[in-house]
């Protein structure tokens, strides 16, 4: 799957490519950027939060998390759904 945000920063689009992981034996989400850079992110206590060491900023990771609530989610949830009503 893929998704845009604003990187907060100078506000310009950066096109992210996310891949369904396992990450310490919970579900993440594997974060790859345009330079093939990439982040873990996990969801702990309703927000995706940063699972390991990075450089990139606070804002970043919040821009990021925000995209993934309102673009990725969205389609797990109906993918999980789609899924059970085949059943």
Known sequence: MKFS???PKDDTPLL???VPIT???EQ????VFP?????????KN??????GQTDIGQ????????GIQSHIEPNIRQQQI???TQD
């Open 23 to 25: 990450h310490e034996g």
């Open 16 to 18: 992210l490519r996310v």
């Open 5 to 7: 945000i604003k990187d």
């Open 35 to 43: 330079e093939t850079d990439s982040i873990t992110m996990i969801k």
């Open 59 to 66: 804002e970043l990771v919040k821009a990021i998390s925000k």
């Open 28 to 31: 993440a989400l594997k974060i």
């Open 46 to 51: 309703g927000l995706w939060i940063n699972a």
């Open 82 to 84: 789609s899924y059970k």
